[in-house]
């Protein structure tokens, strides 16, 4: 077992050297000259993935579209209340309860789509 006066010690020489050892002196470079020299190396990079990048902002597009399509969906659950109140003399009271339905699972195939929309990006 250490003793105490091993603990001391070992802290203390800790402290001295994390207080006493210099930091590396921090070189910075000027954006222009870092940019022309990654260019040679990016280009041909960036030029191999674009088919990639290209097919997740497609995938990307139609996701959302689906995010957009559900978010729709809660406006039916008030439609639906109106049209099972004041539409039921004329016939709508089922399709009110359809709506209703419909728009009260609205925020969890909303929510579906949100967690989907990640996995559609990258597979696809």
């Known amino acids: 077992m250490i003793g105490l006066s091993t603990k001391m010690f070992i ?6 050297v994390l207080f006493t050892v210099p930091a590396p002196k921090a070189k910075a470079m000027e954006p222009i000259s870092l940019a022309m020299m990654a260019a040679p190396i990016v280009i041909p990079i960036v030029k191999a993935m674009i088919p990639y990048i290209v097919k997740g902002a497609v995938n990307f597009f139609g996701a959302s579209v689906d995010v ?12 639906g209340m109106f049209e099972s109140t004041l539409g039921a ?11 209703m339905g419909d728009g009260a699972l609205a925020p969890f195939k909303m929510m579906w789509s949100m967690c989907r929309v990640p996995v559609r990006v990258f597979t696809g």
């Open 11 to 16: 802290t203390f020489a800790l402290l001295f």
């Open 68 to 79: 957009f399509v559900d978010m729709a969906g809660f406006v039916l659950l008030p439609f």
């Open 89 to 99: 003399p004329f016939g709508l009271f089922s399709f009110g309860l359809k709506h």
